[in-house]
């Protein structure tokens, strides 16, 4: 079975700029995750989506936002780039009811 | 809110039997998880306690005391491989939103 793939894996945008992130969850996984990782802050929750909705959201500015398609892939999607928001984003996926979540290789964004 | 806390580096020599600590606050609690991540790679899931007592899963072991808001990951028979960041995440709501701690970084040496 294929895991969680993430594109791009690389991207580098000025400042300003908007981006958007790629997700494509293990089959048969309906909630998806995101994460930003970042040295000084570590990792910390973005937002999960199940079924089209957003479940949960974590505390980050309006900017960060996010969607899930009818096949449960996501993106999610950053608005005027700051400085700030470089780091590694991940993207988790799970099986309903299970609390094990997979991790893909991660988006590793730089803003300049 | 919540809140973990981790040791932020942890030594052992291969063989040996490590233990890192998580402390944690929170207002809910579903249960508590640990995640293995390498440099450069993304984290892995190793273990998840909803219940007090110990969990085994070959050379890991992991434990919670949620009466102490206390939990740690046991790792036995070290090897070099095990040399990564360890974190330890909790589940305090519906879904699958985790809260991850800042991380323990173990390094094995031989």
């Known amino acids: 079975k294929a895991g969680v793939t993430q594109t791009p894996r690389y991207l580098i945008k000025t400042r300003g700029q908007q981006v958007t992130l790629s997700c494509s969850p293990i089959s048969g996984h309906r909630s998806v995750s995101w994460y930003q990782q970042t040295p000084g802050q570590g990792l910390q929750f973005l937002f999960e989506?199940?079924?089209?909705?957003?479940?949960n959201k974590g505390n980050f500015p309006g900017r960060f936002s996010g969607r899930q398609f009818s096949n449960s892939r996501s993106e999610m999607n950053v608005s005027t780039l700051e400085l700030g928001d470089s780091a590694l984003y991940l993207c988790?996926?799970?099986?309903?009811?299970?609390?094990?979540?997979?991790f893909g290789p991660g988006t590793r964004l730089t803003v300049l | 809110g919540q809140s973990l806390e981790q040791p932020s580096e942890v030594t052992a020599v291969e063989g040996a039997i490590v233990q890192i600590n998580c402390t944690y606050q929170t207002s809910g609690f579903y249960g508590l998880s640990w995640y293995q991540q390498h440099d450069g790679g993304a984290p892995t899931f190793l273990s998840y306690?909803?219940?007090?007592g110990l969990e085994e899963t070959g050379r890991f072991s992991s434990f919670l005391s949620r009466s102490d808001s206390y939990g740690y990951l046991l790792l036995q028979e070290l090897q070099m491989k095990d040399s990564a960041s360890y974190f330890c995440?909790?589940?305090?709501?519906?879904?699958?939103?985790?809260?991850f701690g800042t991380g323990t970084q173990l390094k094995v040496e031989l």
């Open positions: 989506y199940f079924s089209e909705t957003q479940r």
């Open positions: 988790a996926s799970s099986f309903q009811g299970n609390n094990e979540q997979f």
């Open positions: 995440a909790l589940s305090a709501g519906g879904g699958n939103k985790l809260t």
């Open positions: 306690n909803a219940l007090d």
